[in-house]
Every structure is written in C-alpha cells, then in structure tokens.
C-alpha cells in the first residue's frame, strides 16, 4: 500500500495496534499527524566532549555509559542520585542534587547524554541540567552514531510511548513521509518572509543539520497555521459586514453634541479617536463589528454612551450588557449621571428585580418607551424583546459565550454590534483572537488620575502592612486583600481567603472585614461586594472574582498575597481597583519568592496596561494571557505571538485579499485551502462567526 498523508499510523512498520493506541492519546491518528508532531525541545550533540576533556568551570556535552548509580543521603537530608559515566577516554561521575527518583528512571548500562558545568567535588563532578537517555543496555548502536555530530530531537510522549522510540519511528519513515508533502498556499502568499518550502520546514524540525535549522521550520509551520486562522477569521468578518446588511445611521448632532457639551471633564485623544472610528462604522452601509479595548479608567462607557446616542438619534434602542448585576448597576448609575443634563433616563433590567417589575420594564422596552437599557443575562431571556434596537453594547465580551452574544444580537434585525474589554492584548494577540472585528483602543488615562503607587514586600513587613491599612481605613478609605486560594491545602503552602478573613477580622478589630469568592452564591457575592461599595465594610478579602465588576472610589489598599501566582496582567487587573477617586491608590505585592521578585519589581514601574500584556504573553504565553475564545476556540502549536508579529500582519494581509476575492474559498485555486481549513478546526469555516 503506498503511503498517505491520510495513512493511519498504525500501519507504519513499527508501529503496531499497542503504540498506535498511545499515539491516538497525544492526538495522532494518521501520517500527517505524526509528521506535525513536532519536537518540544533538541538537545545539542553536535558538539560533545570526550569525558577525560571535561575540564572544571566549562560547561560541557558528554555522552557515555551508565557504569554504576546510587542514592547518596547527606547530612541535611538532602537525597542526591549520582551515576558515574564511561566513554572510550575515561569516566566522570554526574551528581543530581533532590533527585532521588532518577534512581527508577535511569539504569546502568543506558548510554546517556547530558548537559551542564563540571564543579570541583572531591574531583571533577558533572551536574547536568538536562539528560536523555539515548540507547538502552541492549541497544546495538554504536554510540559515536547516538551523539556527537547531531541535533537530537525531544518528542512529546506518553505512557507506553517514550520519546526515543517516537524519534526513531519518525526517522525511519521520515523520507517516506515528506514524500507525500504538497503545500496548498497559494503563490506568492509568503513573499518577502524568507519562508522555507513545507517540505524543508518539516525536514529542519525532525532531523536539523544544525540547532539554528528548527526556527527556520517552526516559523514556516507558524505561518501556516496563522493563515489558516486568518483565512476563518477574515471570512467571519466578511459574513459579518456583508450577509446581513446594517441600519445605516445619520449624523444628527443632537444627543451627542450635547452630551459633549455637558460633560464634565474633556475626552481623551484616544476617547475622540474612538468616538470618530465607531460614528464612521455606524454611517456607512455595513454593520459595525468592533472591539473597544481599553485598560482600566481610560473611559470605554463615555465613548460607548456617544454611540448610544447615536442610535437613539436615528430613532432606534441601544442595550448594554455586562457580565454580574454589580457591573451593570454601575454602568447605569454613571450613564444615568452623565445623561441627567439631558432628560434621558435608561431602563434597568437585572434578575433580582420583582416578577412584576421585570414585566413592567420589558412592557417599556418592546413599546419603544425605553430607548436605553442596561442589564444582565435577564436581556437575552425570550420574553424580553425590544422595539427597534439598533445597537448592542457588550461589557467584558469574553466574560459571555457566543450563544449569549449572539442571543443578545438577535433582538434586532441586524444591530451594529459593540463589544467592550478592559484587558489589554498586544496588537498580534488582538489580531489573532479578534481578527474579524475592527478594533479601537483606549491607551491614555484622563489626567485627573493619578497612577497606583506599587511596591513588592516580603513576609516580614507584614506587621508594617498591616498598620498602614489601619491607617488608611481609619481616615474613612478601604483596602481589598487577594488570595489565590479560597481553602488551605496540604498540597501546597498558601494563606488561603477563607482562614485568612477570620485571621484579619481579629487581627485588625475594630475594622469591619467582608470576604468574597468563587464558591459562594453570586446573589451572596453581590450582597457582600455592594456593601463594599456603600462603605459598610472596611476590608473586603476576596480572590480575583473582583477582578471585574467592582468599582469603589473610596478604596486606596490593594495587598496581594502570592503575587507570584498570578499572570502580569491578573495582577495589572487586580490593581485598577484601587485609586479610581480622589486620593492616591497603593497596590502591595506580599511574596518571599525571591524568584519572582525580579518580574514583579519590573511590573510596579510601569501602569501601561499594554505593556504588562507585552511582558505577560513572553512570560506566560496566549493561553494564560487571554484564554480560548468562547467562539469556539483555537490552539497555537507552533506560532509564538510575542515574536511572529510579521507572520501574524503577513498572514491578515494575505488572508483578507482572498477572502475578499473568494468568501467561501470555492475556486479552483483554493480548494485544497479549504479542506486543510475544515481539517484543522472542528468547526471549520463557521468558526468566530459571532452575529
């Protein structure tokens, strides 16, 4: 039978129904799998150094047998595995300090390569950073073939299937395999990126001549699967702006002026660039589709009101929904002050209203009496319909899944769709997950605000920490303490919310102290955090469930306990919670990691939301930055976001002219494009479609 990519794995020589049964659990099923199964890290052998060369202070490659090994027990308790290796110039022995269990894994007569500095120990003493165990006792390779003068590839593995065996299948069958290699970009696409061909890209992964060649391989692949998603995205956005045309509203400068003439502070820059970006979307023939993104404070419900306004100019209803009741009680309390100049008061519609109240106030909305409404989950119930809406704003977008957005959208007949985010993402980030929206971004703070004065503690300023939240309440201000925990665990050592509160109540009597988190009941929560809010408590101890949605211009103190577990972003979040009024907002990292001290004293010098996200996405990577997109999700395999952005705005440019040309990739020239597509993701084409 001739090879496939679509060949099972099973039936490659050597595989077999066992391995092939492992295989299927990392997600591999056929040829092509196994071929973009790529190495996660290469050892570099290309270079290795005779034993009896191995000199003290160099940091060296070895390869040699395991001659003898044993479990060495020190004074201090401390468990040491050392074993003593032989090549054809002499032995050195290798000492791996509170790594006992290398005692099970690594066995006498195994040839190992390791890596790492030669130390002075009673003689010369190699402490490996990294090893691999390249051929078992019985192995009959001869070991000058296993290392020196190669690149070893590090497969991901599992249980039944280490990463020596996948590296040998995949290199007896790797020729046979790029053989079936074709490429379905179309010409020209990678122009100007110094791209490899598919075929070079793979063979660089699985057998580099040298260590530089991987990179050049996982960018080819990065680029690849970037396009792919762009492709998804860029036909999202086509079926959004195009399939259902929008109401094409008129500039009237009624509402709007006025409320511009009303305000009480100036708009930003960036507030008026906004502004003009989302009155152009709203004014022309198709629907608007865009992402406010905004750090803390920078004003995204001014700017979302004047698009309101807007609607409500043009004779239709605009809707604002936000994640909790807490959240939309804010949004209406400061729209409704900010419209109070102009007689216009908006509904209100969250679910612990009265039965009778809820009816009341969805009377008003479906007769067109109620032209601006704030609420919950309540606005997407089936009994609740709107006259003409004609603008849906969405708080905290990826706080709702595609269902509940799309549910809110289908009130109207083909509303111009707003969505609001108060965490920042880097530009390649932003164009990744939201690449079928047009985005608008809010970088400056009014200048009326000052920035949160950060600083990292250890465990012994603890008492001073405490005196100074003292003082500060006592002077009629309040301060937030965060936990990453709400339960002590004996798995790991980490002051928890719950012991904690009960610990601050008595600690700082007579302050009144609240606690909050996840495992309560939301209507508990909002009870607890409004009485934050109305100033019947002190100190509020929570974990991050008031990272979004509370907003308590009396409070100046956020402590953060553990710092170190939480993204650069978290904390930047956690932060804006505090000194959102008059006075000046301080926001204490408590943490004996010494570790982490570095990054957090880098994150307390700078504000910039942006920049934050910048250092979290090098740091942390996308799924720790943003999550997967409710819509459907995605996974990057080989596209690193913190240094692609060439791929990434290659890949859009590339994306958007085919998918202008071709909306559902049907030509002739884009059809083995689509099956890829619909390979890749589950849900193929109709994937980010959200409207």
């Not at 086509?238 to 003439?261: M, N, R, V």
């Not at 007689?343 to 969250?350: C, S, Y």
């Not at 211009?553 to 170190?564: D, G, L, R, S, Y």
Request: aromatic share 4%.
């Amino acid at each position: 039978m001739a090879l496939a990519l679509e060949t099972p794995v099973q039936f490659l020589k050597g595989v077999g129904p066992r391995r092939a049964e492992a295989f299927q659990r990392m997600g591999v099923t056929t040829v092509e799998d196994l071929l973009y199964h790529v190495p996660h890290r290469y050892l570099d052998a290309t270079s290795v150094t005779p034993i009896a060369k191995a000199a003290v202070g160099n940091e060296v490659t070895l390869v040699g047998r395991v001659v003898s090994k044993a479990v060495v027990p020190t004074r201090r308790r401390l468990r040491i595995f050392r074993a003593v290796l032989r090549d054809q110039s002499g032995i050195v022995e290798c000492a791996w300090p509170g790594q006992a269990y290398l005692d099970r894994i690594i066995k006498q007569g195994q040839l190992l390569l390791v890596t790492g500095p030669v130390k002075h120990y009673h003689g010369r003493q190699v402490v490996p950073r990294e090893q691999v165990v390249l051929a078992e006792p019985d192995d009959e390779e001869r070991e000058d073939e296993m290392g020196s003068g190669m690149v070893l590839p590090v497969y991901p593995a599992t249980e039944g299937l280490s990463h020596r065996q996948i590296r040998r299948l995949i290199a007896d069958h790797l020729e046979e395999m790029l053989g079936c290699v074709t490429s379905s970009l179309p010409k020209g696409v990678t122009g100007g990126l110094g791209l490899v061909s598919l075929r070079q890209a793979l063979e660089a992964l699985h057998r580099p001549a040298d260590p530089s060649q991987p990179e050049a391989g996982r960018r080819r692949l990065a680029f690849d699967e970037l396009f792919d998603l762009q492709l998804v995205v860029a036909r999202a956005r086509f079926l959004a702006q195009s399939a259902h045309k929008g109401y094409q509203f008129e500039i009237k400068k009624e509402l709007t002026t006025a409320l511009k003439q009303k305000l009480p502070f100036e708009l930003t820059t960036d507030q008026r660039t906004a502004v003009r970006e989302i009155t152009r979307d709203m004014t022309s023939a198709d629907r608007m589709h865009r992402l406010l993104m905004g750090d803390v404070g920078t004003g995204k419900t001014v700017v979302a009101l004047f698009a309101m306004l807007l609607a409500l100019e043009n004779e239709h209803q605009a809707v604002f929904m936000a994640p909790t009741e807490l959240l939309a009680e804010q949004h209406a309390h400061t729209i409704t002050t900010l419209l109070a100049p102009l007689g216009i008061v908006p509904e209100v519609l969250i679910g612990r209203l009265s039965q009778g109240e809820k009816k009341a106030i969805r009377e008003r909305i479906a007769a067109g009496s109620s032209r601006i409404v704030v609420g919950t989950h309540a606005l997407i119930q089936e009994h609740t319909k709107f006259w003409r809406l004609g603008l849906a704003v969405i708080d905290e977008q990826h706080r709702f899944g595609v269902e509940q957005r799309a549910a809110l959208i289908e009130k109207g007949e083909a509303p111009d769709v707003l969505l609001l985010s108060a965490t920042p993402i880097p530009r390649t980030l932003a164009l990744t997950l939201y690449g079928d929206l047009d985005i608008s971004t809010l970088k400056r703070k009014p200048v009326s605000q000052s920035p949160v004065r950060t600083g990292v503690r250890s465990n012994k300023d603890r008492a001073a920490i405490y005196r100074f939240l003292q003082e500060q309440c006592k002077l009629g201000r309040q301060a937030f303490v965060v936990y990453p925990v709400i339960d002590e665990s004996e798995k790991v050592d980490l002051k928890a919310a719950t012991t904690m509160a009960t610990e601050l109540g008595k600690r700082l009597a007579p302050l009144s102290v609240g606690l909050v988190h996840g495992k309560m009941k939301a209507e508990e929560r909002d009870t607890v955090m409004r009485s934050f809010r109305d100033g019947d408590l002190d100190v509020l101890v929570a974990t991050t469930v008031i990272e979004v949605g509370i907003d308590v211009p009396n409070a100046t103190v956020m402590v953060i306990e553990h710092p170190e577990r939480f993204g650069l972003a978290q904390l930047h979040q956690l932060r804006g919670r505090v000194g959102r009024g008059r006075e000046e907002g301080h926001c204490i990292l408590l943490t004996d990691d010494y570790v982490s001290a570095r990054r957090l004293k880098q994150f307390s010098r700078t504000a910039d939301g942006f920049k934050i996200a910048e250092l979290d996405l090098k740091e942390r990577g996308i799924g720790e930055l943003a999550g997967v997109r409710q819509s459907g999700g995605f996974n990057l395999r080989y596209a690193d976001l913190a240094t692609d952005d060439d791929l990434v705005i290659a890949a859009r440019r590339a994306a958007l002219e085919i998918i202008a040309a071709d909306p559902d990739l049907s030509h002739r020239p884009h059809l083995e494009l689509r099956k890829r597509i619909e390979r890749r993701y589950e849900r193929g084409m109709e994937l980010f479609r959200i409207g």
